[in-house]
């Protein structure tokens, strides 16, 4: 899943691929930077830390975030006032600051000028990590996950960094339950619902082994894509033809291209040779936030609870 700039799916995919494949968040950076006292309460956390090969000696000051996702774990886990920058595409929560670096072409001298005590990235473009090491900033790496179990283990890891655990703990706990409470509304079927997901206008989706494909199979839904990319050579990201699409004849479709691409119910049903398509004779057409459906992080709890919604009625 999937952090994408606007109109740049192309570029969004490459990274998207590549993160995937990385299973460890790893992080650069032996030495660590000395951060100004905290204030009370989650400051009091023990320093040092350490997470996979990142040590920091004080509680970070200073976060740069790189990815949109990682932004909104620290504000979820109350380190919100310590991130200072974030990247261009970190839009929520409102309260964190507007970003003007990029994360999918990070430039250390930039990230450098914002004299951070922590940097937190979720691909390694650019090499980037070996920059930073470099000037002796510590990395944390959260690439896209896989797993809800990656999205757990990233909050918990920033949450140790930060000096927020304990605040960390409660909000994978709470993500936990809701998405088990969720889980219990599907209803029992006697054959699964078959859905399309829409990437971007080109028609790229996602299967069933990608982290927002596993969503749609705890929702009980079965995802026309698996058979586009059987053997996983395409990172779980195929591209689809509209004939394959139509002749899968999706029960719903799902876009996640509202934003960045203009797509609705109305262009989809506008679509040559889509009108026989049951999602839409039937009028099953589902508009995501692509925000919401490109992160990993505590709002995937939103994603799981529109698709399990949307799909509710379906027999």
Same mark, same amino acid.
């Given at each position: ?21 990385? $299973? ?14 905290? =204030? ?9 830390? *350490?997470?996979?090969?990142? *040590? ?34 970190? /839009? ?65 890891? $920033? ?52 982290? #927002? ?9 079965? /995802? ?13 990201? =195929? ?6 699409? #139509? ?29 026989? #398509? ?27 609870? *529109?698709?399990?919604?949307? *799909?509710?009625?379906?027999?």
């Amino acid at each position: 899943m999937f952090t994408r700039a606007p109109r740049a799916l192309t570029v969004a995919l490459t990274a998207l691929t590549a993160a995937a494949l990385t $299973l460890t968040a790893g992080c650069a950076g032996d030495g660590a930077r000395t951060a100004g006292p905290g =204030p009370s309460g989650s400051a009091a956390a023990s320093y040092p830390v *350490t997470v996979g090969k990142v *040590t920091l000696t004080a509680r970070p000051e200073k976060i740069v975030s790189l990815s949109p996702t990682a932004t909104e774990m620290l504000f979820a886990i109350g380190a919100g006032k310590q991130v200072t920058a974030v990247d261009e595409n970190s /839009n929520y929560p409102p309260e964190a600051p507007k970003g003007d670096l990029s994360g999918f072409q990070p430039n250390a001298e930039a990230i450098a000028a914002k004299d951070p005590d922590l940097v937190v990235i979720s691909n390694d473009l650019n090499k980037i990590m070996d920059q930073l090491a470099q000037l002796k900033i510590p990395v944390y790496l959260a690439p896209a996950a896989v797993t809800l179990d990656d999205t757990y283990r990233q909050t918990a890891d $920033l949450g140790t960094l930060t000096g927020h655990a304990t605040e960390a703990q409660t909000v994978v706990t709470k993500m936990k339950s809701d998405i088990a409470q969720i889980v219990t509304t599907v209803p029992q079927r006697t054959a699964k619902p078959t859905y399309y997901y829409e990437l971007g206008p080109e028609l790229y989706s996602v299967t069933s082994k990608t982290f #927002v494909g596993s969503l749609f199979a705890m929702a009980g839904l079965a /995802n026309i894509a698996d058979p586009a990319d059987a053997d996983g050579a395409k990172g779980g990201y =195929p591209q689809l033809s509209e004939e394959f699409i #139509v002749k899968a004849n999706p029960d719903f479709v799902f876009l996640a291209d509202t934003k960045c691409c203009g797509q609705s119910a109305a262009t989809v049903k506008a679509r040559k040779g889509w009108s026989s #398509v049951t999602a839409v004779t039937k009028d099953q057409i589902v508009a995501l936030d692509d925000d919401i459906a490109s992160r990993w992080g505590p709002r995937v709890v939103d994603l799981l609870r *529109t698709i399990v919604g949307a *799909t509710a009625q379906a027999k």
